[in-house]
Nanobody, 124 residues
Framework: ELQLTASGGGSVQAGGSLTLACVGR?????????VGWYRQAPGHECDRVAA???????YYHPSVSGRFTAYIDNLNNTMYLQMNDLTPEDTAVYFCAAEGGWPRECGPAGHGYWGQGLRVTVTG
């Protein structure tokens, strides 16, 4: 089965940048899969941040459009989320997933394969 291992996250000042990574092992390679990044803050629903289908970007959440870039390193089957110009509103737990759909709650309870959550805190 597909296993996703996420890395990155941390605390960064507003205006800074941070890159998250997610390695997929087994299953269908990211380059021919529906994959992406999600985030969820306490008391909020899961937001899909960026989606890629067959290696092509298909969606960015309006709040991150122009600031975040999702891409795949095909050789290492690793997806990344490059986050620039971060604001405190970006503070959340971030997840990578394959075939995650559009869930109300981030995580594997509903559908797909998910990496562990990465805490991102953006200070003002």
């Amino acid at each position: 089965e597909l296993q996703l291992t996420a890395s990155g996250g941390g605390s960064v000042q507003a205006g800074g940048s941070l890159t998250l990574a997610c390695v997929g092992r087994g299953g269908v390679p990211f380059r021919i899969s529906d994959v992406g990044w999600y985030r969820q803050a306490p008391g909020h629903e899961c937001d899909r941040v960026a989606a890629m289908t067959n290696g092509v970007n298909t969606y960015y959440h309006p709040s991150v459009s122009g600031r975040f870039t999702a891409y795949i390193d095909n050789l290492n089957n690793t997806m990344y989320l490059q986050m620039n110009d971060l604001t405190p509103e970006d503070t959340a737990v971030y997840f990578c997933a394959a075939e995650g759909g559009w869930p109300r709650e981030c995580g594997p309870a509903g559908h797909g394969y998910w990496g562990q959550g990465l805490r991102v805190t953006v200070t003002g």
